[in-house]
């Protein structure tokens, strides 16, 4: 083999070192959506590729594996923004959460933790903990002062249709609810 002179070796170790980045940068990849972590060793953001056309943004937290901001195709569901934050832990309360509800862009999914003491199975809440609009039950929500079962589904519903709610106020998007009952669930009701 003949000898390589110093610039010929230094263009193969070039060669090789943008090989290895091209690798690098490539074996990371997840059908064509690669994560950017942020600083602090935080919540991260999977950001998308060119075909991510019509993608959403959402933030999921709670009992998963990776809490943090997720981009996703449209038409994705919880269930799979779940999967993506790396699946539930194991004290996650799942059957809280509707798993096949489409995400909407800009929402919020909270996985909860199941209660301790049979709180959760029992259906009820602690007294004086206010009831978590985008994971509460209609059985939950009717126990609500004012809230009778028609107006409960209504909001489960609406949460639905919508990917959850944004904010409590967005309660008065709801039929059935004005602006008075609002007032009087405010303290009743978080995200």
Do not use: W
């Amino acid at each position: 083999m003949p000898e390589l002179t110093p610039r010929q070796l230094l263009l193969c170790g070039l060669a090789l070192l943008g090989l290895a980045v091209f690798a690098i940068v490539y074996a990371g990849r997840d059908d064509g959506v690669a994560a950017a972590p942020r600083g602090g060793g935080g919540p991260s953001l999977e950001v998308g590729g060119p075909d991510d056309a019509g993608g959403l943004v959402v933030h999921v937290a709670g009992a998963v594996r990776r809490p943090g901001v997720y981009r996703l195709r449209g038409g994705s569901r919880v269930g799979d923004a779940v999967e993506r934050a790396g699946g539930a832990r194991r004290r996650a309360d799942l059957g809280a959460v509707n798993l096949a509800a489409e995400l909407q862009d800009g929402r919020q999914v909270l996985v909860p933790l199941r209660a301790r003491g049979g709180v959760a199975a029992a259906g009820g809440t602690p007294p004086g903990v206010p009831l978590d609009l985008n994971t509460a039950t209609v059985e939950q929500l009717d126990e609500l002062d004012g809230i009778g079962p028609a107006t409960a589904q209504q909001i489960v519903a609406y949460r639905e249709a919508h990917g959850g709610f944004g904010s409590v106020e967005e309660l008065d998007q709801v039929p059935g609810i004005g602006e008075t009952r609002l007032a009087a669930l405010r303290e009743k009701v978080r995200l």
